[in-house]
């Protein structure tokens, strides 16, 4: 049988609580789905399968029992970031530089490659490809910048140099 880990006693991630607008709209209907469809859904399977009678070789019993804690478990979880999350809405001071929902273009001279992507939070990074955390190394070096700076991201494959290009936002 497993043991639960206390919370307190986990090591602390340290991820910014900010998510967009639109990230916090698809945490709240993840949440609607998982409590209003699919819960209600898997446990009337386990409980039609328990109706069959030994459980012990049931196996609709055991994978929806299974199911039912996963749900439950990121039910938990969506509750306690819709709770702590704080949604940081797009505004007009943010035009011309780099903050949290920005859509920022970026160049590497040196090796010729080009990028664009999104700087979030990262529950929004799940399927998600041109998304990136606000927490990563090339989000915290383009913060507060604007467009034809140059900044030095800092990784551990070493320091690359890129110039923005072009910062736009959702509104």
């Keep these: 049988m497993r043991r639960k880990i206390p919370e307190s006693t986990l090591p602390k991630l ?37 109706s069959l ?6 196996a609709d019993y055991h994978y929806n029992k299974k199911r039912l804690r996963e749900i439950d478990s990121r039910l938990r979880y969506l509750r306690k970031c819709i709770d702590d999350f704080k949604v940081i809405e797009y505004h007009p001071n943010h035009e011309g530089k780099v903050n949290f929902g920005a859509w920022v273009e970026i160049r590497n001279e040196k090796k010729g490659i080009q990028n664009r992507f999104r700087i979030v939070g990262y529950e929004e990074l799940i399927g998600n490809k041109n998304y990136i955390s606000m927490d990563s190394p090339m989000a915290k070096s383009l913060m507060h910048k604007t467009v034809g700076d140059e900044v030095v991201v800092t990784t551990k494959l070493g320091d690359f140099v890129w110039k923005i290009l072009k910062i736009e936002y959702d509104k």
């Excluded at 009678?53 to 049931?58: K, P």
């Design 53 to 58: 009678g030994d459980r012990s070789e049931n």
């Design 14 to 50: 340290n991820r910014s609580q900010m998510i967009t607008p639109e990230g916090f709209e698809k945490l709240k209907e993840e949440h609607d789905h998982l409590w209003r469809v699919e819960r209600p859904d898997v446990t009337a399977k386990v409980a039609w399968a328990a």
